[in-house]
């Protein structure tokens, strides 16, 4: 039942009750008013989110205005929101709750490796059927990273791009153009430096940070086909192209192109040093749009640019390909009882829709992963990022949706001894080879990888 259609038939049956009891004793209305409640099945879901963070306030008010709303629509619903670190959710809870099928109602999932890891184990409900009665499953940009066997498991709330965010004033001050190529990239920074900036900010101290320009450098020289051949036991990482890749990285560090501190400094710190005038470039993903964009931004809030990563000499990969994507978003459970499902349903209408979409684009500065009518009101920074994503020739995934957790977790340390001068780029290629010949699940991800190509 729609929301509209259950909404009438409240309106009908609360005048169909007085009517029948106008002439009846206050007790009498009281008794009608009870069985109608009764009749109407009380429904919980719980939902978690890992919106906790100061920048990720407005997406969390977007997420409660939706569950209010939804709510109201159905009296008898009620959500049950718990909060949590997206990284905690992802690596620990999440795997956990899979292993024993105690996952919250609905939780938020990251698309990609994780949603076929769940869909095997049978922990995720299918919303084909859900979205088809809905009819928006042509609405959306891709939901390629939550689809398994042409089936939907999974819908992203928003999208993604990683490329480099840059001080529009630093640059002109300089009078340095963007750089389109490797060597251009590497004259630039060196002016950079050389005026007292950083070239580019950087806080390693969590590895995922340091790997996404390693993940688009790579994808430059190698191609992210290459890594998924990696996988399959066809490639290795001792390859020409991909010890390439890390030897761009490492000159970066070599030529003191992040800072001297970058493996000691927090998240947030980088996102400081570019807003603070102390470096002049930023390889980050969209999702720090709301910090660029909002008052936090401070003298530099409309100084901000953005530039896809520049070509690489040699490189197989395609030189016009941008990290971007759709990958985070909404699982729900697989053990859902029917009423359950009915009012996952209302849920999905009330969030996927134009209006929440825009929402999430002009207040929480996230690219919106349904096809928008209109872009009026957008910020220019967003205008731009939206530009370069038009001008790409091609998407690829973030490396972590191809590998293995454990070898995922060995690209990070890599980079870490990169940065802290502690390996070389050999020696960590050499590391990264001798755990990819003990996976133990090669021939199989040999054999999804392949039909996935063949699919395509």
């Known amino acids: ?44 879901l719980t939902i978690r989110h890992t919106q906790i963070k100061q920048s990720a306030k407005a997406r969390l008010g977007i997420l409660q205005d939706v569950l209010n709303q939804t709510e109201r629509d159905n009296p008898q619903l009620k959500f049950q929101l718990e909060g949590i670190d997206e990284i905690i959710n992802r690596d620990q809870k999440l795997k956990a709750e899979m292993a024993t099928g105690s ?43 939550f689809t398994v066997d042409g089936r939907v498991y999974g819908l992203p709330f928003g999208g993604y791009s990683e490329a480099v965010f840059y001080n529009k004033q630093i640059f002109r001050d300089l009078g340095l153009g963007i750089p389109v190529t490797w060597e251009q990239l590497m004259n630039v ?10 070239p580019f900010a950087l806080s390693a101290k969590d590895p995922w940070l340091a790997g996404m320009m390693w993940n688009t450098i ?14 399959s036991g ?31 400094q927090e998240e947030k710190q980088q996102l400081k040093d570019l807003l603070s005038g102390k470096a002049a470039m930023l390889f980050t993903g969209t999702w720090d749009l709301a910090g660029l964009t909002g008052d936090e931004a401070g003298q530099y809030r409309h100084q901000i640019g953005y530039f896809s990563f520049p070509s690489v000499p040699g490189g197989k990969g395609d030189q016009g390909a941008l990290n971007a994507g759709y990958s985070n978003g909404f699982g729900f459970s697989s053990d859902l009882s029917t009423e359950q499902q009915g009012m996952v349903e209302r849920f999905i209408r009330n969030f996927f829709n134009e209006n929440v979409q825009k929402r999430i684009l002009l207040e929480d500065k996230t690219l919106p992963s349904m096809k928008l009518s209109d872009y009026t009101g957008i910020d220019p920074l967003i205008s731009e990022v939206l530009q370069v994503a038009g001008n790409a020739t091609r998407s690829f995934p973030a490396f972590d949706s191809i590998f293995s957790p454990r070898i995922n977790a060995e690209i990070g340390i890599g980079l870490q001894q990169l940065i802290g001068g502690v390996k070389t780029a ?27 190509r063949g699919a395509e």
């Open 1 to 44: 039942m729609g929301k509209k259609s259950l909404s009438a038939l409240l309106a009908l049956t609360a005048a169909i009750t007085a009517a029948s009891c106008g002439s009846g004793t206050q007790q009498e209305d009281g008794q009608n008013r009870g069985e109608t409640e009764n009749t109407m099945s009380h429904v919980t």
């Open 234 to 264: 066809t490639a290795k990482w001792s390859d020409p192209d991909i010890l390439a890749g890390f030897r761009a990285y490492a000159e970066l560090v070599e030529k003191g192109y992040f800072p001297q501190d970058a493996l000691g």
């Open 189 to 198: 920074s060196e002016k950079i430096k050389q005026a007292g900036y950083s």
């Open 426 to 452: 050999e020696q960590i290629v050499q590391r990264l080879q001798q755990l990819q010949d003990s996976e133990p699940a090669a021939a199989d991800r040999d054999a999804q990888w392949e039909n996935e």
């Open 103 to 145: 996952t919250p109602d609905i939780f938020e999932i990251f698309g990609g490796s994780d949603i076929k890891l769940y869909v095997k184990a049978g922990r995720l409900l299918d919303l084909t059927p859900i979205i088809h009665k809905l009819g928006i499953d042509g609405k959306f940009h891709s939901l390629d990273e």
């Open 218 to 231: 790579m994808d430059r020289y190698a191609g992210t086909d290459k890594l998924r051949l990696i996988v």
